[in-house]
Structures are given as C-alpha cells and as structure tokens.
C-alpha cells in the first residue's frame, strides 16, 4: 500500500473514531456516562477517545509502531465492544446502539487496518540518553502516574465502565510494551533500586490519604496486604524452590485462629489477652511448625504428589477447625475479635494526620505495609543468596542440585517453613481486620486463588505477588453486579491471560527465559535435563 | 603407592532380574587419573551413581579418606566426590556464573538470618564465592560467559561449565562420566589437558570412557568392566595386552 493510503486510512480511522466518542452511543437514557448526549465524551468513550490518539503512531517513523498502533486499534475495538455489549442488554436489542458508536467501531477499524499496512519491523530498543535526575524523574513520575490512575479508577462504579477502563489500561500498557517504554522503565528501576524502593513506599503510605475519609477502599486494600503477604510467601514456595502447594491458605487460617484466640475475643473459647507483637511471631512459628510437620514426611515426593497432599492438609485443617467445638467454636468460629491496641495506639480509632481525617482502617493498612515490607525483605534477600539460589537450583534440576552439594530436604523444607511462617503472620493481622474467623474462609478455593494470584501475577517476582493479589481483590469488588458470574469472568480472564503471557504480569527474568525460548538447535545437552534419570541401569 | 583415597568394597546394585554391578572392588589414589572402560550395559554409570549417592548399593562399602560414605547425594559431594552427568545436567536457565556458585552451596553456611540481615559474615562468605566461582569460570576458560544462560553455552562448553560446577564444592575425587561425548578430536584434547589440569590442582579424577585412545593416553590406571564384573585393572598397558580386554571387546576367538 502506498504511504498516501495509509495515511488516507490513519487520518480517516481517528477522525471517526474522535468524532464517534463524543456522539452518541446510546438511543436510550439512563445508561452511565450519559452516553445519549452528544458533545462530550462521557463514561467510557473517553477512553475511545484517549485511544486515537495513538493514530499519531501512523504518521511518525518510531521503532514498535505497527504493532503499537494495531494493539491501540484492537483496544479501541474491545472498548467499544464491550459497551456495545451492555447497550444491547439494557436497550433492548441492537436499537440501543447509537451512530456514535458504530462511528467510532469503523474509525477504530480503519486504524486497525493502517495499523496492518505498516511494513513488519523490528521489537522498539528504547534507549533515550537523558541525565540520571530525569530518569528518576521519569520512574517517579511512572508512579505519581499509578497511584491517580489507582485512586481514579477505583472511583468508577459502573461494571462496564470500570470493563471499559481495565480494557483501556491493557491497551495502553501492550502500547507502551511494543514501543519499549517497560524494557527501558524495568532497566531504568534496576539503575536506580534504591529511589524506586522509597518511591513505592511513599506512593503506598500516600494511598489512604486520597480516599477523604472514606474507609471502603482503604479497608479492601488492608485486605490486599494481608493476600500480599500470604502471597510472597507463597511465593518462596512455589516460585522460587518450585513445589505447589494447594493447600497454603491452611496455614493463613492456623495464623488466623491463633489471632483470634488470644485476643480475647467476645465470642472465643480461650480468655487470654496475649499482646499483639507475641502474637504476631506466635502465629507466624505455629504455622511454620506446622509447615514442617506437613512438609517432612510429604517433601520426599515430587511435583504432582506433593500437590495432592498439600490439597489434602488443606482439607483436612478446615474439617478439624469445622468440628473441633471446644476449641475452634466449629461452623460459628471466633467472632467479635477486638480492634488492635499495640504501641499505644487504638487500631479501630480514626485519626487526623496532616488535616486529613483517615477512617481506622488506615491503621491496619499501614501494618499491613510494615508486614508487607518485611515480607518483601525476606524474599528479596533470600532470593539472592545461597538459599535462594539452591532454590532455584532444585526447582531447574533437583538431582542435579543435589549431586551438587545441595542439601535438597532441608532446604525444600525450609521454603515451606519460610513461606507458612509468612502466612500465618497475615494470618493473625486479618483476624482484625475481618474481626472473625470461621472454617468457611480457608476452602480450597482460596488456596487456587492464592496460587493463581501468584502465577497471574508472575512467579518468583515481588510485584507480581502484589499486582495478581490486587488484581484478585479489586476486581471482584468491582464486578460486583456480574454477581455469580464474576468467577467465571475471572476464569477466562485467566486462561487468557496464560494464553497471550504465560509468564504473568511481571515475569522473572529467568521465567520468562523459560516459557519463552524455544530450545536453540544443535544443543542436545541440555535436552537430558528432562530425560531420563542416570539411574538407569544401561551405563 | 601414594594414600588412598576413595576405597569401593564389594559394591552391587541388583535391580528386579539384573544385576547391575556385581561385587566391585576399586581404588583411587590420591592425585591419580583412573579410567573406567567397559562395553555398553557393563554397569559402568551405575558403579558412579552408587559412588555419588544416586544410587544405594544393594550390597558393599563405599569409604572415602577412611569414612564410610551414605545417605543422600549431597552428602557425598560435601564429603568430596564432586560428579558430572552423561547427559549434562546443568540449571539451564540460571546463568553460568550462577551455576558454579549453587555448587559452592556445601562449602558456604549462611543461614537466614544472616542472608536476611547481610551482616558482615554474608559479605564476605558471598564475595569469597563469588571470587572462587571465578577462577574456577576462568579456569576451565569460560570466563567470557559468565553471564550467559547455561542452555545458550556450546555442547563442549556445557561440559566445562559442568565441571566447574562440580569443582566449587572444592572435592577430593571428580567423577567424569563420559567428558568426551559428543566432542570432536580438538576438543577431546582439550579436555584431556583440563583433566590432566585438574589433577594438577590435587584433585583425583575417575573417568567414564569409550574411547580407548582418549583413557589410555590419559589415565595412570585403567579398571574394564563387563557384565557388572572387574574384568581387569592396571596400567594402560597392561589393560590394552590383556587378552580377556580383546575377547570382551571383540568377543572370543572361534575355531
């Protein structure tokens, strides 16, 4: 195609789809976002909108565009798409639909179909050669960027909006992902370790200062850290020494009741009042000791019989908790777990701090951030060291780490301790925070949930334990009126995402390496890495 | 005759209506090169797998400087029998440098705490490895692919790296099961001279081999199994004269 024709297609395509956004999409009032007034690009055709800008991608010659501007297009189409989808339901057929949107769909097509004639060309190499006060400027800037988008989206009530909007946010970053802005930010984040570690902690504790007061989100985000927790630790477990485990949130649930019990509770069975920072260890060391106890005899087993028994103490930890009166208080659990009071501070009391009023709530968030911090401690600097690389030994080739000085048991053993002790830390935190605890919060799913938050997000990374734990609890929340649809939802949104990024959301570098790479030709060797044992008696 | 250093008893290995290794007698010495020959299926990987932990011998005595060794392979390797694989068994995708520094994993003790805290005992046992898994890159001249994923390497340099890695946990006896496989005759001389290298540093080596030229240019002793049996054991040259070496090889004369 001649450069006039694409150029005819990628002016045409954003016209229309900028025209189309600030028309009418609906033929009937009422639907979010005032959709059957034109004008204005309300609800979420501003994000069509914001989505033509990328047409520019079809005028200037920048490495990555094709691609960039094709994901925008595609992006544009699913926006569309997906309130076409509720316009349909709520209007009553195809009538709900108005010109604006059908506009809009054949802009964005036209951009789709430029986006085609591009000639193929190589992955962007992002390297702008800019001062090092800049680069962090930029990183800081990136999460200034994260923490408004953050605080703005969570303000969306509408499902399909709030759709509409994580669609656009996918858009955008499979955009930035194919001009290699991430490639230069993650290399940017390793040069600069220390001001993006400060960064991130300031953007966190910043959080419960944007809500004004109120303590929905903030609470759901304790939530969050708590699940992070659990996560890392998880983590250490099945992304670093690469043993599943399916039936980790047993251990959350043994923090959990130790929590519970010696709070002094209104409705418990002990009456002991036992201090907050004892309990806190007390409850990380029992699940770490019942770690062990699981572990020893079951670590001699590999991959899928390990799952198997995982699962099976898993079970077998919510039958006991469902049964054992006299202890557990069976079905009716411990309730009425009482705010908090460590370090002369009242967790259940609101606080102003700088003129802003925070909600109690705020206070576990920020426990949550110290425990998620320590979490983050640990897994970092046990990931690089001996420890961690004998894990990673074991999960790459356990003979062969063996045969090479690894105590393999031991330390199989020691994740597993490592990664409970974690858990039942945010176990006995989320005793306050959900004020009781019942068998019912620890089934199985909740062990899938955590395993999937933790592949979703990228196993052996620490922000992909904390973004696949966010992502697991706000999007529920958020897709509240699919009601029991949203674990379906949820589902296909998984198996897609293990089709298009089987390495997670933020992947190791050494995953990626191992899902992504084809085995190079003329290297036989490594092929007997998965072969047959050398205890094979031909020799 | 110098101290001996790794002394094999009687060793079997009897799987269901096999039996693998029979009642092997062996010695190596300290800063000795010894070959272990045999025809296919003679059980010579076997007798390495129970010599490394891999394998528990149905009957026999494996003693290493004196000690009777057993348990898991790891405890073998922390003893001083270091091992590499027929079939290379690197982690491929940790880097070289990264493999070499799992293999100092027995010669380190930094628990968590202080791998948590990096207190001064992490920096230096830390740079100590990391110095040591240098030299040893360097050594076996992989220096220039330190940072190189394990599986990327060249077949010949996998092998390399494979010892290296077995060489940081700083062992008495390496255990080379078929080093030359695969290679063509330059690299097969080159790795006749890192083997020569290696006993240089004082290390005794025992290797598994087809190739005649390769042991018997190589080796101060030879040991030929067949059928799971010592057939013979001696120099090169007394191995090569032996008839029942010929007839094992060749199969008997007829008529």
Known sequence: MTGRGRLALVVGGAVALVVGSVSPWATFAGFPGKMSLGGFPGGARLFALLLAAAAVLGLVDIAGRRRALLAAGLGAVAVIGVNGVALVDQGGGVGGVAWGAWLALAGAGLLVAAARALPAEPAAELRPRVPAVAEVAALCAGLLILLGTVVWALRINESSRFVSFLVFVATVAVVAHHLGLFAWLSELSDRHRRTVVLASAAVAVAFPFTQQGNAYWIRVFASIGVFAVAAIGLNVVVGLAGLLDLGYVAFFGVGAYVGA??????????????????????????????????????????????????????????????????????PNGISGVPDLHAAGVNFGEAH?????????????????????????????????????????????????????????????????????????????????????????????????????????????????????????????EKLRSFQDKRLLLFGAALILLMRFRPEGLVPSRRRQRELREEAPEGLPGLAGATGAPPGSPVG | MSTTLLDVRG????????????????????????????????????????????????????RFRGSVLGGRPDRFTRAGVARTFQNIRLFPHMSAFENVLVGRHCRTHVGIASAIGRGPKFRREEGESRAKAEELLDFVGLRRSAGAMARNLSYGDQRRLEIARALASEPGLLLLDEPRAGMNAQETRAAAELVRRIRDRGVAVAVIEHDMRFIFGLCDRVAVLVQGRKLVEGTPAEVQADPRVIEAYLGAPTG
């Open chain 1, 261 to 330: 019990l010696l709070a002094n509770a209104s409705l418990t069975t002990v009456h002991v009042h036992v201090p907050f920072v004892l309990v806190i260890f007390l409850g990380g060391g029992i699940a770490a000791a019942f770690g062990l106890v699981i572990g020893a005899p079951t670590l001699r087993l590999r991959g899928d019989y390990l799952a198997i028994v995982t699962l099976g103490f898993g079970e077998i930890f919510r039958i006991t908790a469902n049964n054992w009166d006299g202890l557990t208080r069976g």
């Open chain 1, 352 to 476: 102003t701090v700088l003129g802003v009023s925070l909600p109690g709530f705020a206070n576990y968030y920020f426990l949550e951030l110290v425990l998620l911090a320590a979490a983050i401690l640990v897994f970092t600097r046990l990931n690089d060291s001996r420890i961690g690389r004998a894990w990673v030994a074991i999960r790459e080739d356990e003979l062969a780490a063996a045969a090479s000085g690894v105590d393999t048991i031991r330390l199989k053993l020691l994740a597993f301790a490592i990664g409970a002790f974690l858990a039942g830390c945010a176990g006995t935190v989320n005793a306050h925070v959900t004020t009781q605890v019942s068998p019912d919060s620890y089934t199985f799913l909740e062990s899938i949930l955590l395993v999937a938050a933790v592949v979703l997000g990228g196993m052996g990374t620490v922000p992909g334990a904390l973004l696949g734990s966010a992502a697991l609890f706000v999007l529920p």
């Open chain 2, 11 to 62: 060793v079997t290995k009897r799987y269901e209506g096999l039996l693998a290794v029979d009642g092997v007698d062996l010695g190596v010495a300290e800063g000795e090169i010894l070959g272990v020959i045999g025809p296919n299926g003679a059980g010579k990987t076997t007798l390495f797998n129970c010599l490394t932990g891999l394998e528990v011998p149905t009957a026999g005595e494996i």
